[in-house]
């Protein structure tokens, strides 16, 4: 399938959430139960990062930053070059996706760039997950991308330039209404 | 046949030497309480209950006292199989359709979560009317629902994409269970917030240490989701999700986000890792399948199965089948490698979106076979053949694997993973 009819389906799928039929019974009733959530209730939690780069903190990191933290933090479970495991490898793969081998990393398989600072702030490292700081991921982040032949040794990774960078499979997901496959 | 036999037994299986003397123990006083101290001394060994492999006469000593939490027969020994990341319903062993919930699989990215009920919440914001926070006695003060649902993990059958990996039915379709959950619609949830017109998509997030969070859309979720707090009656298992989590009635188990603590209402997806570099199906072509949510129809024999040995005579041949589009209409069994099909029976109530017990009567006449069963939906949605599967979705998607599954019969009975 070629990556136009991807969008396309991309498109479609996102098209046909949006109908209407969502919307609440009319007569759900309420129970007035539960508090008014405060702004610091929801800014202790609010972590999510979308693709058009809400949510990104203030903070700044390069490439060169993010090799010695990587080195540090993260080179013991997914390797000294981020290809050499036991755990995801994060580097390389790219054009292996419809091989007989298909490797799949940052590089040759994640569609948009903000995933990283959400999933690694989030999760990342495994044994201390939500312990980074903004400047430290933006610079694992600078360092991944970096790796993966996405952005320059000199980048500089922040809130504007992350949301910017484009991936290589950005276009490589097709929705699946279960249309096509057996049974549906 | 020994259906009841556990064929696999873990090394890390704990010696039970120490339980069988604290339920002795546990025995004495009891003993005591009930006959009183004095008399205690007049028990002599013949009446004090055997140790295990000594003959008991039930009649003729007392039984044990009531207890406060049940715990199951000693000698049932039968198990999830667990890895560092999850672990395995022991679907070989277990009869009808509900998953004891000590046995009810686990999935989970970074642990079980140790959280304390009364200070667990739910903040609902991003696109509502009144962002809230809820209370765990909140939720439950809500108008309640139970349904009897299956939950499966994409990724259940996965290894078999690549070849017949599993040998027993707990390593091949182990990552699936069935519960009687109950809790408050997520609808009813969302209206108290208000949704907003412009609201699409949904972002759950669970408060694990892998923060587990999905992205999905609105307009199913309102039909049937539900937050739930209990299954099979009681609180959740921590395992589950306590003391909170999503079950989205037929979808993919990562959706059933546990431990939930946040949803947030936008316009889009967000995109997070789990939905896009995880979760996602690759097809031969380098594209890959993203929100596959519905969980196709399938089935599996349990007994025989992988590891499990049989006589020549009456074999009764068990299964499961389900499809998250709706009810299972009809199960069928073949006994000779898929050349022809019977239709098994259907073990009432036959539920939406739920295992279905099936049964065929069978006499295993000595020959070697292969013994397979197949299902069809009340959406008309037939489980395919492997061989149709992997014509369409190639080898490489790892989730979301529903085919015919295949178990071999050799001439001594034995019973083992063998596709065709």
């Not at chain 2, 917030?193 to 998509?201: E, L, N, R, S, T």
Request: proline share 7%.
């Amino acid at each position: 399938m070629g990556k136009s009819r991807a969008v396309a389906s991309i498109i479609l799928a996102l098209g046909l959430f949006l109908m209407p039929n969502w919307i609440l019974k009319a007569e759900e009733p309420r129970y007035g139960l539960g508090k008014p959530a405060t702004e610091a209730d929801i800014k202790a939690w609010e972590i999510d990062i979308a693709p058009n780069g809400a949510g990104l903190p203030q903070g700044r990191g390069t490439v060169q930053q993010g090799a010695t933290l990587y080195a540090a933090k993260c080179a013991a479970c997914h390797g000294p070059t981020g290809t050499e495991g036991p755990k995801d490898p994060l580097v390389g793969g790219q054009g292996s996706l419809a091989s007989e081998h298909p490797i799949k990393t940052i590089g040759s398989y994640w569609p948009y760039a903000t995933t990283l600072y959400d999933y690694i702030f989030r999760a990342m490292p495994f044994s201390a997950p939500q312990s980074l700081t903004p400047d430290e991921v933006y610079s694992l982040v600078a360092w991944l991308l970096h790796q993966n032949g996405i952005i320059q040794k000199d980048a500089v990774m922040d809130a504007r330039t992350l949301a910017t960078i484009r991936m290589p499979n950005r276009n490589g997901f097709i929705s699946d209404l279960r249309s096509d496959g057996p049974g549906h | 046949m020994n259906l009841f036999d556990e064929e696999r037994r873990n090394p890390s299986e704990p010696d039970t030497e120490k339980e069988t003397w604290v339920d002795r123990r546990t025995w004495l006083t009891g003993a005591v309480s009930m006959v009183g101290a004095t008399a205690a001394g007049l028990l002599t060994p013949a009446l004090l209950p055997a140790e295990e492999g000594e003959s008991v006469r039930p009649t003729h000593v007392p039984g044990r006292s009531p207890s406060p939490y049940g715990v199951r027969a000693q000698g049932e020994t039968v198990q999830r199989l667990p890895t560092a990341t999850h672990s395995l319903t022991p679907h070989h062993a277990l009869h009808g359709i509900i998953t004891p919930s000590a046995l009810h699989f686990e999935r989970h990215h970074n642990g079980v979560p140790s959280i304390n009920s009364d200070r667990h919440r739910l903040l609902i914001h991003g696109l509502v009317d009144r962002p809230l926070t809820f209370s765990m006695n909140d939720l439950v003060r809500f108008p309640s629902v139970t349904r009897t649902l299956f939950i499966e993990c994409s990724g259940n059958s996965g290894k078999e994409w690549k070849g017949p990996t599993g040998t027993t039915v707990q390593e091949t379709h182990g990552l699936m269970s069935t519960s009687e959950w109950t809790g408050v619609p997520l609808s009813t949830v969302l209206a108290e917030a208000g949704i907003k017109p412009d609201a699409v998509w949904m972002l759950a997030e669970g408060s694990d240490a892998a923060a587990m969070t999905r992205s999905l859309p609105l307009a199913e979720l309102v039909n049937d989701a539900l937050l739930c707090y209990a299954q099979n009656g009681e609180a959740l298992r921590p395992e589950q999700g306590y003391p909170l989590r999503l079950v989205i009635p037929g979808w993919e188990g990562n959706t059933c986000i546990k431990w939930i603590r946040r949803l947030k209402l936008g316009t889009a997806p967000f995109m997070t890792r789990e939905e896009t570099s995880r979760y996602t199906d690759l097809m031969p072509d380098g594209t890959a399948k993203q929100f596959t949510f519905v969980m196709d129809t399938k089935s599996v024999i349990t007994s025989p199965s992988g590891g499990q040995q049989i006589d020549p005579g009456f074999v009764e041949i068990r299964g499961l089948a389900w499809s998250g589009h709706g009810k299972i209409v009809m199960a069928e069994v073949s006994t000779d490698g898929g050349k022809s099909w019977h239709t098994a029976q259907l073990q009432e109530p036959v539920l939406p979106k739920c295992h279905t017990r099936f049964r065929f009567g069978w006499r295993w006449n000595g020959d070697e076979t292969i013994i397979q069963s197949r299902c069809t939906d009340e959406t008309g949605s037939i489980q395919p053949t492997r061989a149709a599967l992997v014509a369409a979705r190639g080898v490489h998607s790892f989730y979301h694997y529903h085919a015919i599954h295949s178990w071999r019969i050799d001439r001594r009975g034995a019973v083992t993973n063998g596709q065709v």
